[in-house]
């Protein structure tokens, strides 16, 4: 049984917007920050955005503060992002994460498990 689902990606023109959702354990939802991360091939996982389960405190890349957010609904052991206003430059394959707590988007090395990732794609 996988620890993370994620789902909500697809295709979208520039300007477009998508919600990925991840569904957790309730034991890593619970435990862990909650973060998405997001890949281009040939370069390494870059964190996007994060939330502490517990207290709801959210942090954000500089690259996508104000277009992204990120959400939690803690009955269906969720995280959600919201990405409005994408980008080309968003374009890369998302992954849902479950980190150690650090008052930041965390980095790969501070990360406990991975979801399987979702592809988002925005053409210009």
């Known amino acids: 049984q996988e620890d993370m689902v994620e789902s909500g990606g697809g295709s979208v023109q520039a300007g477009g917007s998508l919600r990925l959702s991840c569904v957790a354990s309730?034991?890593?939802?619970?435990?862990?920050?909650m973060a998405w991360f997001r890949q281009v091939p040939g370069k390494e996982h870059e964190g996007v955005a994060s939330?502490?389960?517990?207290?709801?405190?959210?942090y954000y890349a500089d690259s996508v503060e104000g277009r992204f957010t990120i959400s939690q609904d803690n009955a269906k052991n969720t995280v959600y992002l919201q990405m409005n206003s994408l980008k080309p430059e968003d374009t890369a394959m998302y992954y849902c994460?479950?980190?150690?707590?650090?008052?930041?988007?965390?980095?790969?090395?501070?990360?406990?498990?991975w979801g399987q990732g979702t592809q988002v794609t925005v053409s210009s």
């Open positions: 994460a479950a980190a150690y707590y650090v008052a930041r988007v965390p980095r790969m090395s501070e990360v406990g498990a």
């Open positions: 309730a034991y890593t939802y619970r435990r862990y920050c």
């Open positions: 939330i502490y389960t517990l207290g709801g405190s959210t």
